[in-house]
């Protein structure tokens, strides 16, 4: 679900997040409880801004990876903050160690900035001991809420920065590791193979900590830290199978597999014509629609299209009923790499996503079963 768009960059949340968000509120509501006794009101709006502080403070995490890889001609498909927190969503792999380096720096060094500003506003505001007992919330310490937002956001930074750099992919840490192996070795595939195996090696590690603490009586602790490990663990494995797809295509654009003779609809054309000559003739579900320039302006499908009342077919147009809200997430340029084109949200939506010129025309259609021949190993000569 998408909620702003900052510097261009679509900011989005899975339903996961706000199971996240609730938990933090909660467990947050009762640590300011003990700090601030008597304050049951505040206590909650406090957890409140500091979840919500926290959760900003990813965003501007994923934000510095996102404004780098832009910066060295990545795009990138948007931010979603989800279980396990924030992942800005490159829309193609690094193509040089010194680009994976620097989008891979990027993020912690934005968390860096932001624990350091807060422990510095911090410490200004309580001196360093008071500052202390804030940042660890004890109980009736004296400190002000401000004090106390400032010391939970520096301390949970420390913690966010601390763990992204553990030296597993796809944590920062993990693709610094990838970064330095790839221009060591000049392996883009080699480089993302080792730096995964620390990755799986990190989550093993991880779901053994939680088994033990599960064994300890630590249900969440234990159950975060299993959840945690086996995300790491999947992730690095599709990783390493990401790589080697983008090996496969490498050289490959969107306009080599692209159907360059696209059938589409004009958004002035009346539904009785749209439903006679495109959809009953073709029997496809849905079409992109152009303005009257060509430039791709959304789709129709065929059941809005039959949702308007057969008598008012012939006064209505296409663009009356067509979705338009997501043409920019579901079209591409033409001289864009087809790997950019792998977990595209348009193959989600449609199964398909629109080629595009520099003027927004719409010149081809790539579906998902183009890209999967595009894909297959070349057959051995004989």
């Known amino acids: 679900m998408q909620l702003l768009r900052v510097f261009g960059v679509r900011i989005g949340v899975h339903p996961s997040w706000f199971l996240v968000l609730f938990l933090i509120i909660w467990s947050l509501s009762g640590t300011y409880k003990d700090a601030f006794p008597g304050r049951e009101s505040q206590a909650f709006f406090l957890a409140t801004l500091s979840a919500l502080l926290f959760f900003a403070s990813v965003v501007l995490h994923e934000l510095g990876h996102a404004l780098v890889a832009k910066r060295n001609g990545i795009g990138?498909?948007?931010?979603?903050?989800?279980?396990?927190?924030?992942?800005a969503k490159m829309r193609r792999d690094t193509d040089s160690a010194g680009v994976e380096f620097r989008v891979a720096v990027a993020g912690p060094l934005v968390t860096l900035a932001i624990a350091a500003l807060c422990a510095g506003a911090g410490i200004l505001l309580?001196?360093?001991?008071?500052?202390?007992?804030?940042v660890i919330l004890a109980p009736d310490s004296g400190n002000t809420p401000l004090e106390a937002v400032l010391g939970y956001l520096a301390f949970i930074n420390t913690v966010l920065l601390a763990f992204n750099l553990l030296p597993g992919f796809p944590l920062d840490g993990g693709r610094i590791v990838r970064a330095i192996a790839w221009w060591r070795t000049g392996d883009r595939t080699k480089a993302t193979r080792f730096a995964a195996l620390l990755g799986?090696?990190?989550?093993?590690?991880?779901?053994?900590?939680?088994?033990?603490?599960?064994?300890?009586?630590?249900?969440?602790?234990?159950?975060?830290?299993?959840?945690?490990?086996?995300?790491?663990?999947?992730?690095?494995?599709?990783?390493?199978?990401q790589t080697a797809v983008s090996e496969r295509i490498e050289g490959l654009t969107v306009g080599d597999v692209m159907d360059d003779e696209p059938v589409a609809l004009s958004s002035l054309l009346k539904l009785d014509r749209a439903l006679d000559e495109f959809f009953l003739r073709y029997g496809w579900a849905w079409f992109p629609v152009v303005d009257g320039a060509g430039r791709f302006v959304g789709y129709v499908?065929?059941?809005?299209?039959?949702?308007?009342?057969?008598?008012?077919?012939?006064?209505?147009?296409?663009?009356?009923?067509?979705?338009?809200?997501?043409a920019a997430s579901l079209e591409v340029a033409v001289e864009e790499p087809l790997e950019s084109l792998l977990g595209s949200e348009g193959f989600v939506k449609l199964g398909a996503v629109m080629a595009v010129d520099g003027e927004g025309r719409l010149r081809g259609v790539v579906t998902l079963d183009q890209v999967r021949r595009a894909l297959r190993p070349a057959a051995p000569a004989v």
């Not at 309580?126 to 804030?134: P, T, V």
């Not at 975060?224 to 199978?241: E, K, P, Q, T």
């Not at 949702?307 to 008012?312: F, I, N, Q, S, W």
């Not at 077919?313 to 809200?325: F, I, K, L, Y």
């Open 76 to 87: 990138i498909a948007g931010i979603d903050l989800w279980l396990f927190g924030g992942v």
């Open 126 to 134: 309580a001196g360093f001991d008071s500052f202390l007992e804030a």
């Open 200 to 241: 799986r090696g990190l989550a093993y590690v991880l779901m053994g900590l939680g088994a033990f603490a599960l064994l300890n009586g630590q249900l969440v602790g234990g159950l975060w830290l299993v959840f945690i490990g086996v995300f790491l663990n999947g992730a690095a494995r599709h990783a390493v199978s």
């Open 301 to 326: 499908t065929r059941t809005k299209v039959e949702e308007v009342p057969e008598a008012l077919r012939a006064g209505w147009t296409v663009d009356e009923v067509m979705n338009h809200e997501s």
